[in-house]
């Protein structure tokens, strides 16, 4: 960690925005952030009334915030609104309602281009799909699908309907969709035949099969035809999506919605073995996704935006669908992998659609560069005029990478901090004003007030380390985690109770501008790829087979990955273990969470290294999986247990 610290305290470069995108950027001068900026904090009240306003209410709110039960803030109280109205109907009054509101392109190449139009036919169908099921406001709904436009179109058929949605990333097995799935008691599953990955189909429906069963709440499965690949459908259970829209009504109203209504759940990892279930409520994350949108990508109305997430993730939820079609403008969406059918396929997609804006993840740079500088030039990539990365640290040389290839120096590159639980980018530059500096997500978006803090809760100077904290509460936050008030209260309130701050879970730290720059997750979770893991999760996963008496799972620096899975496993007595037997168990992990959470490398020992309390000494664990990444699996389990009892001896 000190390590990355110095590195980055190094970096002295800034990158001004350039002064043709500054001259027509929405927020264009720094005077103007600051004023915003500072009415954002002293009178968010004004503040955030003003921006909800530029969105349609059916029912102007009361209040805006409300901050006497904390931490179960409400924001809009008294307002009715609907977010699907807002993304789609709001916009068919104008000469957008034929502008191209979703671009997909399939990983094989198939293209289908919905108008806002046509997407608001499409959503009315599937919201009277929805409740011919039998689905009412209030019902979850859980959505396991490819990226297919029928993805946006359930969700905000679910959000016309009052019905909350909880979308299960499609690489994950069917056991986490048992899991979320029961901890939510969702009614229905929205699926797939199948989806396009790397050149192969994914059985979604297979993993459907094998969850509905242990889920007694489920009554009806939705199925979308995308491969074309044969599936079993369970008679009464099962029904064609294309069959539910046909004999359903076109037109259905969006429902006026309480404010404070909830929108979606997100399971997200957390310190312990359970994934919370992160909610969501309509109108404060309507509203923050909005501006943020609106601000951070310097949307114009003839911009064509791609973010290259995956709906499985918050991103997606963001920043592909609600807060970009909130803004009326042109999504880009695409099925497949980067590589399919080779490394180029981005820059393709960039020059065929003459995408404006591009957001992405470090992870993805890294590929990118690794694949070579080959591929993106190859393409006129230059209707780019801005760029964005979320989800980890970005590396200097990766930024500068992605700077000089795809931005050809000429586009600013937005660094953006958040969490599936801020709901909304929190921390990053906004383009037309403000320098970047690669590595540093950069300063608080408006109403955001950020601090670095000890463990005491004391200021912590420019330069050096802290927690990452939010003094204030602001509208996209999470309302609370699904069923589970007291494990929301204690996770990110209890630890700064008396304050009232919320903890993020990150440590950080600010240079003397003020430019904020995130070091990593200080609690049990791993952020492999851009994508949070809990190291509770696996291990879990690694207990669940015969093979395992315990296990501890640490991440470890991994050049593409940004962090790899290490686990340490140990074996029943007498139990004899073979490397062959290390494939099995990456499976096996592979089965219980997907495909994503396979331990990079696993490790067998005779016993876990623990203090004399009991705990496993995870920061040993650390090193030893960090300091011999190259040896990989080589360590011996001698040199394991000096290791160990040396700590042992400098602790006592
Ligand atoms: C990390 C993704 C550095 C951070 C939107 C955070 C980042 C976690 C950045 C949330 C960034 C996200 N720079 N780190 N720009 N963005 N993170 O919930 O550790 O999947 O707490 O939300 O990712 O991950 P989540």
Redesign the pocket.
């Known amino acids: 960690m000190s390590n990355q610290i110095e590195h980055v305290l190094e970096e002295t470069r800034f990158f001004e925005p350039p002064a043709a995108f500054a001259s027509q950027a929405a927020i264009g001068t720094r005077e103007e952030y600051d004023r915003l900026y500072k009415q954002s904090i002293d009178d968010p009240e004004t503040f955030w009334g003003n921006v909800a306003s530029e969105l349609h209410w059916f029912k102007k709110w009361d209040r805006v915030r409300n901050a006497e039960n904390r931490p179960f803030y409400k924001w809009f109280e008294g307002g009715k609104t609907n977010l699907s109205y807002n993304c789609v109907d709001r916009h068919l009054d104008s000469a957008r309602k034929n502008k191209a509101a979703i671009i997909w392109e399939g990983e094989p190449g198939d293209q289908v281009i919905l108008t806002y139009q046509e997407l608001h036919q499409r959503v009315c169908l599937a919201a009277n799909g929805l409740k011919k099921l039998g689905v009412k406001k209030g019902d979850r709904v859980a959505i396991y699908m490819p990226m297919i436009p029928e993805l946006a179109i359930a969700m905000l058929a679910c959000a016309r309907i009052g019905a909350i949605h909880s979308i299960i990333f499609g690489g994950f097995s069917a056991n986490a969709i048992v899991d979320r799935v029961q901890d939510a008691d969702c009614t229905t599953i929205i699926t797939a035949d199948g989806g396009w990955r790397r050149g192969s189909v994914v059985d979604l429906k297979v993993a459907v099969d094998e969850a509905a069963p242990k889920c007694p709440t489920v009554k009806n499965v939705l199925v979308v035809k995308r491969t074309n690949t044969a599936v079993t459908m369970a008679e009464g259970r099962d029904h064609w999506w294309h069959e539910v829209m046909a004999s359903v009504d076109a037109n259905c109203p969006a429902e006026p919605l309480d404010a404070e209504d909830p929108l979606y759940i997100l399971y997200?990892s957390g310190s312990t073995g359970k994934p919370k279930g992160i909610l969501h409520s309509t109108g404060g994350y309507m509203v923050g996704t909005y501006v943020t949108s609106k601000y951070i990508f310097d949307l114009r109305e003839e911009d064509t935006y791609w973010c290259t997430a995956d709906i499985g993730?918050?991103?997606g939820h963001s920043y592909i669908v609600y807060g970009i079609l909130a803004n009326g403008a042109t999504t880009v969406m695409y099925e497949g992998a980067p590589n399919q059918p080779g490394p180029d396929r981005f820059w393709q997609i960039v020059d065929k659609y003459k995408v404006n804006i591009f957001y992405t993840a470090p992870t993805a740079i890294r590929a990118f560069a690794k694949w070579g500088d080959q591929h993106p030039a190859k393409y006129d990539l230059s209707s780019l005029r801005l760029l964005g990365?979320?989800?980890?640290?970005?590396n200097p040389e990766a930024w500068m990478w992605y700077h000089r290839n795809i931005g050809r120096e000429r586009c600013p590159i937005v660094?953006?901090?958040?969490?599936?639980?801020t709901g909304a980018i929190m921390i990053t530059t906004l383009p037309g004003v403000m320098s970047a500096k690669p590595g540093s997500?950069g300063l608080p978006f408006f109403g955001v007030k950020p601090a670095i803090v000890s463990e005491e809760g004391e200021d912590v100077d420019a330069g050096h380390s802290g927690l990452l904290v939010v003094k204030e509460p602001w509208p996209s936050m999470l309302r609370t985690l699904y069923g589970d008030d007291a494990r929301y209260k204690e996770v990110y309130w209890s630890k700064f109770e008396k304050q009232g701050w919320y903890l993020?879970?990150?440590g950080a730290f600010c240079d003397k501008n003020g430019y904020y720059m995130?070091i990593?997750?200080l609690d049990d979770v791993i952020?492999v790829s851009?994508?949070?893991l809990g190291t509770m999760e696996i291990e879990s996963a690694l207990v669940s087979s015969p093979l395992v008496a315990e296990a501890a799972v640490v991440g470890f620096p991994h050049d593409l990955k940004g962090q790899g899975i290490c686990a340490f496993v140990s074996v029943p007595t007498g139990m004899e273990v073979t490397e062959a037997d290390k494939e099995k168990l990456r499976e096996h992990v592979a089965h219980e969470i997907g495909a994503i959470a396979k331990p990079d490398q696993i490790r067998f020992t005779d016993s876990l290294p623990k203090t004399r309390s009991g705990k496993i000494m995870r920061r040993l664990l650390r090193d030893i999986a960090a300091g011999n990444e190259t040896k990989q699996d080589t360590t011996t389990l001698e040199d394991f247990g000096i290791l160990a009892k040396l700590r042992e001896d400098a602790e006592s």
């Open positions: 997200t993730w918050v991103t990365t979320v989800g980890e640290p970005i660094d953006t901090w958040w969490q599936t639980e997500a993020t879970g990150d995130i990593g997750r952020n851009g994508h949070r």
